[in-house]
């Protein structure tokens, strides 16, 4: 472990430098400043996919960020890992508990340090402008505007170290969980945005989840160190969002990072913020589920992720309508040919959001397809099969109650208006033998 010892070093590098000199005299102090910044693991030379930067400080009777390292890692597959380096910021100045930390990481992380996965880094408090006489803003209170100005100054810290290290980079906050495949999904959506973009979200709160192109981080240093008393970093990348020409917010539904801690590192605030797309989409039962068309008469939440196809298909993601279930409103699954069935599973509702469940509802196969009129289907030959408990249905041995006969659709109809939204979850169909 190396120490910061501020004697050692004449010349520091401060905020002024990243504000008043052109960025090609910078260059120059990149390793020497981020190699001293560097205090438990590797200094990173190899350039890989994702960085994700966590600043912490001390907090007063919680602390989550271990909890935070664990699911990350624990959510992350080995060969991942390669594709990732993971920048804890000690945002603190206190010793005794940045030793503790190091020590406690030092034990708990040793295999992630060693494989240069796992990079711990510390500023110097020189570093920061005097948070002294700071502007009165948004009618915060002194220690609210102190404690939000040096915030920004953290980040842009990290956001200097990281800006070559990787392809990408994504902001985190030191009390946040997260799901398995967590690292393809981040992978898999910057591949379907199709327009040109400066910040993708994967999470609707505040300054978490939020993806940069690694080339643009010396910029919104910048912009947050020149409004660093003025404003939020929560605010602040906004703002950049828009000079950078991305004039929407570009959020992946379902999210994929929540918020968990109550208490803020602001001292004597409590935060129980929590992000309502985050949710677990990944599917249960993995059905055969046979090519099919999906149609609904219900309105669909925005994201792509939940669309009526995604109740259907084996990717994470589920249906959640928009609006409250009324009666006669339906769900039908057409195959694209005729199927013998064995069994059919829905799952409705989620963990996030248990009551978004199909409360009255039943489950009836057609045999016959007749057309598709106005994107409706003109399903015949109807057979009942059975009616939704707590969300749920379940219907077993269809060939012996169908015989020979084989399924072209399968319908959902509520039967009584409901008091919440409609989340489809899963549909599993497994084909018979």
Not at 292 to 313: C, D, H, L, R
Request: hydrophobic share 35%; glycine share 6%.
């Amino acid at each position: 472990m190396n120490r910061i010892h501020q004697e050692e070093i004449p010349s520091r590098v401060t905020y002024k430098d990243y504000l008043e000199r052109p960025s090609t005299d910078l260059t120059k102090l990149h390793e020497n400043w981020k190699r001293e910044a560097t205090i438990l693991g590797k200094f990173p030379y190899e350039k890989k996919f994702l960085t994700i930067g966590i600043p912490t400080i001390r907090r007063i009777g919680d602390e989550y960020i271990m909890g935070t390292i664990r699911s990350i890692v624990n959510n992350t597959k080995p060969e991942e890992l390669n594709e990732i380096y993971l920048v804890i910021f000690l945002a603190d100045f206190n010793e005794t508990w940045t030793a503790d930390i190091i020590k406690r990481m030092n034990e708990t992380f040793s295999e992630l340090i060693s494989a240069g996965t796992l990079v711990v880094i510390r500023s110097w408090e020189t570093f920061y402008p005097p948070l002294k006489k700071l502007k009165n803003t948004y009618n915060h209170s002194y220690a609210q505007r102190k404690w939000r100005s040096k915030q920004n100054v953290d980040y842009a810290f990290l956001f200097l170290y990281s800006k070559l290290l990787s392809k990408y980079y994504i902001q985190m906050e030191d009390d946040i969980y997260t799901l398995p495949g967590y690292f393809q999904a981040i992978k898999d959506y910057i591949s379907k945005v199709q327009s040109e973009w400066t910040c993708i979200e994967f999470s609707e709160l505040g300054f978490i989840g939020k993806l940069y192109h690694s080339y643009d981080l010396e910029k919104l240093a910048k912009m947050v160190l020149l409004f660093y008393e003025e404003q939020p970093c929560d605010f602040t990348y906004l703002y950049f969002n828009i000079q950078m020409l991305q004039f929407r917010r570009i959020i992946r539904r379902p999210t994929i990072f929540q918020h968990v801690g109550l208490k803020s590192s602001l001292p004597g605030k409590i935060q129980s913020l929590k992000d309502r797309y985050f949710d677990n989409s990944e599917k249960i039962y993995g059905g055969d589920n046979p090519a099919a068309k999906i149609y609904t008469n219900m309105k669909v939440q925005a994201g792509e992720s939940f669309s009526p196809e995604s109740a259907y298909s084996g990717e994470p993601g589920y249906f959640w309508s928009k609006g409250n279930g009324k009666t006669g409103d339906w769900f039908i699954i057409v195959f694209d040919d005729p199927q013998r069935i064995e069994k059919i599973l829905i799952l409705t509702g989620s963990r996030e959001h248990p009551e978004d469940t199909i409360k009255h509802g039943k489950l009836h196969a057609s045999l016959s397809l007749v057309a598709v009129e106005a994107s409706r289907p003109r399903c015949t030959n109807d057979i009942f099969l059975g009616y939704f408990d707590n969300g749920n249905i379940k219907v077993e041995n269809l060939t012996s109650i169908l015989g020979p006969f084989k399924i072209h659709c399968v319908g959902i109809t509520l039967t009584e208006n409901q008091n919440w939204w409609i989340i489809i979850k899963e549909i599993a169909v497994f084909i018979a033998d």
